[in-house]
Structures are given as C-alpha cells and as structure tokens.
C-alpha cells in the first residue's frame, strides 16, 4: 500500500515533499523537532490562505464539486427558482455575481471555520475546524459530499503546500 493510498483510506491529503536522504541517527531528533515545526507551518498557510477559496464558485469548478440541484435548469424558468441553486442564489450570503458560492448557504460555517485547531507531528500537520461539523449532513440520497470538497485539494495547492513546507524545515534546519 502506498503513502498516498494510505493517506486516502485514512482520510489524510497526502503532500509530496522533497526526499532529503538518510538522517544521521544523532541528527533525528533535531530534524523530527523541526519537521514538527514546519509541518505546523503549513497547517497554517492552509488556514489562512487556502480556506477560504474552497467557498469560492472557482474552486468548485477546479475541484469537480458535484453540482446542486436546479444548477443545470434555464434561469428564466419557475423551476429555477424554487431549486435550491435558485433560491440560494437570491440569498443574501449565497449568491452574488451571477453565481452561487459552494458549500455556503447562510454563512454561518463560513464564519465558524474562521476558529482552527491545529496540530502537528513529525508526519503531518493537521488542521481541524469545529464549525464544518454541518459538512456531515446531507440527504441520504444525495452525491454530494460536502466534507469531501472541502477537503479537496488541486494538484497547484499540493505543490504550494510542500513548497511552503520544504521552505519551512529548510529554515528550522539551517537554525539547529
């Protein structure tokens, strides 16, 4: 099994990282330390960078978020404007520009996920948000998977975030 594999079944975003050779068993400690330090780093470039374009109609479409109901039905039509896209779009948080924000209905997950915790090993950093608890709730029928976009990361963000967690322990490395 792969680490990206295991990552996936674990419900973890595997990030490729530059491969820096053995560590030299004096040096393990050090570069665990500064691996904890770096993988935090980039838990918080995510938080504050990253977060808020999942709730942006650009990176619903990059990602392949799955779309809502009443999104394919002509705009003009009373269909339309009963759907949820339809009145979602009329909302006062939900719309705007012609299209509806992903993943946002009243805003209220959006201001909740504002507050992180976030933690970090010599492995991974984590982020996790108490306020994208609503993410779970979904119609037993439905394909969409709210919690599952979010998550969701494009091949760009994958390289920016190893490419801020190289800078990171490269840093914290230099220092020790």
Do not use: C
């Given at each position: 099994m792969t680490a990206r594999s295991i990552a996936a079944t674990r419900g973890y975003l595997a990030?490729?990282?530059?491969?820096?050779?053995p560590?030299?068993?004096?040096?393990k400690k050090a570069y665990n330390e500064a691996s904890k330090k770096a993988w935090a780093a980039t838990a918080i470039y995510f938080h504050e960078h990253l977060r808020e374009r999942r709730f942006t109609p650009e990176h619903a479409q990059a990602a392949g978020y799955?779309?809502?109901?009443?999104e394919q039905l002509d705009r003009n039509s009373k269909a339309?404007?009963?759907?949820?896209?339809?009145r979602k779009l009329n909302s006062k948080f939900g719309g705007g520009?012609?299209?509806?924000?992903?993943l946002m209905w009243t805003g209220d997950t959006f201001r909740k996920m504002k507050q992180a915790s976030i933690t970090s090993t010599s492995k991974r950093g984590r982020v996790a948000y108490r306020g994208g608890s609503k993410f779970s709730f979904r119609h037993p029928?439905?394909?969409?998977?709210?919690?599952?976009?979010?998550r969701r990361l494009l091949a760009s963000e994958i390289?920016?975030?190893?490419?801020?967690?190289d800078t990171h322990?490269?840093?914290q490395w230099d220092q020790s």
């Amino acid at each position: 099994m792969t680490a990206r594999s295991i990552a996936a079944t674990r419900g973890y975003l595997a990030i490729g990282i530059r491969d820096r050779g053995p560590i030299e068993h004096g040096l393990k400690k050090a570069y665990n330390e500064a691996s904890k330090k770096a993988w935090a780093a980039t838990a918080i470039y995510f938080h504050e960078h990253l977060r808020e374009r999942r709730f942006t109609p650009e990176h619903a479409q990059a990602a392949g978020y799955h779309a809502r109901k009443g999104e394919q039905l002509d705009r003009n039509s009373k269909a339309f404007h009963k759907s949820y896209y339809g009145r979602k779009l009329n909302s006062k948080f939900g719309g705007g520009r012609g299209v509806a924000n992903p993943l946002m209905w009243t805003g209220d997950t959006f201001r909740k996920m504002k507050q992180a915790s976030i933690t970090s090993t010599s492995k991974r950093g984590r982020v996790a948000y108490r306020g994208g608890s609503k993410f779970s709730f979904r119609h037993p029928r439905s394909r969409i998977r709210m919690h599952d976009e979010f998550r969701r990361l494009l091949a760009s963000e994958i390289q920016e975030l190893a490419r801020v967690y190289d800078t990171h322990l490269d840093r914290q490395w230099d220092q020790s």
